[in-house]
């Protein structure tokens, strides 16, 4: 996410927390107890505790002194829990590129230990890094009433989405279970096979085939239970989306604790924010958000010494932790969202991200590092852009380590107590290169 001078904070519902569980068995006079301990408490507690300072230099032998780091313009927010290292192959990155040449004055990683980059977890940061953030964000009590209500219709709208889905498989599970949509399959089945003897046109017959295999995996699937299990699942998927829109309309119909809520919770995982192009508002914003405007104008009176900076806040709490399965990105673990073909052909997918997944603390930082453009007119690239070029630094870097071995284009390398990842498959201590 680029974030320009004008409030604009993404809102995100996030997972609940799955603690791990252990099963303990103890063996008794007359046969096993088996007991099921959540272990989540040990979980917690080990998660609280700070990880130590120290570059995995045994591992990356190119990892950036803090000197380096100082002359390139380039500070490092950390936290206790989530250390972040950068190898020399961040200067093939055209923010970093410019950074080291001087052509803006520095760049800041702020590492958020939160499930989101809410205003709460702002509150949390370092000075400078918080008056950054509070600048260009709107706390969820500045909210307009009409903010308020066009989320109500919104949540509304998604829960009388989710219920007619609901409606529509049970009919067709109504249907099954007579055994009336079988019925209508066999039929449908017998009449592809009697046209594809009829018909004389190839091209017309190959049509008819496919339809025919269509209908034919149908049949197959009703017989074995796949279609049954199917209508299942997604009955009870949108019984879900049904119950957490009804859990966020109750919150969001009592104000005081949407915005108590909005301010813990809401926010996006990442955020870009370039202090030379973003000084002015624009004008639909003024006096919509006094409090902004202020925050704004006080942050470039009292802290000149931030023009032409940059400041990329990464979330490295909660689900969004750094994990090793997340190092050594491969091309394969991208996901397009299925509607971007749709507005491609329109010509609207730029205001979009492209992919879906995957999407970790290594993604969001290439992401936000992409959204810079260093020469041109525009203040930060589009989401679909800076998606597009995350996707091709991570062809690039797949392709030059698996033909050679080189790592050095996955110059991010965070630091946690999870476990080191040099490649996917070996785990041996605590860092992972992403």
Do not use: C
Request: hydrophobic fraction near 30%; charged fraction near 30%.
């Amino acid at each position: 996410m680029s974030q320009e001078a004008e409030p604009g904070v993404q809102h995100h519902r996030l997972s609940r927390r799955t603690f791990l569980k252990g099963t303990v068995v103890t063996i008794g006079g007359v046969g096993a107890v088996l007991v099921e301990v959540n272990l989540g408490w040990i979980r917690s507690l080990l998660d609280k505790l700070p990880v130590p300072d120290v570059p995995p230099r045994e591992k990356f032998n190119d990892l950036l002194e803090p000197e380096q780091l100082r002359i390139n313009g380039i500070r490092i927010y950390q936290t206790s829990r989530v250390k972040l290292y950068l190898r020399e192959g961040i200067f093939d990155f055209p923010l970093f590129k410019d950074a080291k040449e001087g052509k803006i004055v520095g760049v800041n990683i702020v590492l958020v230990d939160h499930t989101s980059l809410s205003w709460n977890a702002s509150e949390k940061l370092s000075e400078e890094a918080r008056l950054v953030w509070q600048a260009f964000s709107v706390h969820p009590q500045e909210e307009p009433e009409d903010y308020w209500r066009s989320k109500i219709k919104q949540a509304e709208d998604d829960v009388k989405s989710a219920q007619e889905r609901i409606q529509s498989w049970q009919e067709r599970m109504s249907k099954f279970t007579t055994g009336e949509y079988q019925k209508e399959v066999e039929e449908s089945i017998a009449d592809y096979q009697r046209w594809i003897q009829e018909i004389t046109s190839p091209q017309l017959r190959g049509e008819y085939e496919e339809s025919l295999r269509y209908w034919e995996e149908k049949l197959r699937k009703i017989k074995n239970g796949e279609l049954k299990k199917e209508y299942e699942e997604n009955i009870a998927s949108n019984q879900s989306l049904a119950d957490e829109g009804n859990k966020e309309l109750a919150i969001l119909r009592d104000q005081p604790r949407a915005i108590a809520h909005e301010a813990e919770n809401g926010g996006p995982q990442g955020s870009f924010t370039r202090l030379d192009r973003y000084q002015k508002m624009k004008e639909e914003y003024k006096g919509k958000y006094p409090q902004l405007e202020q925050r704004h104008k006080e942050l470039f009176v009292n802290y000149p010494e931030l023009h032409n900076q940059v400041f990329i806040y990464i979330v490295v709490g909660g689900e969004f932790k750094p994990h090793p399965q997340q190092s050594y990105l491969e091309p394969g673990w991208f996901q397009e969202y299925p509607w971007i073909p749709q507005l491609r052909d329109v010509g609207r997918e730029k205001a979009y991200h492209r992919y879906s997944e995957p999407f970790t603390a290594g993604t969001t930082l290439r992401h936000e590092a992409f959204h810079y453009e260093s020469e041109g007119e525009k203040s930060a690239a589009d989401e679909y852009d800076a998606d597009t070029r995350v996707f091709e630094s991570v062809v690039s870097a797949w392709e030059k380590y698996q033909q050679t071995g080189d790592t050095s284009s996955y110059p991010f390398v965070f630091v946690t107590r999870e476990g080191i990842t040099v490649t996917k498959k070996l785990v041996t201590s605590s860092m992972q290169g992403l």
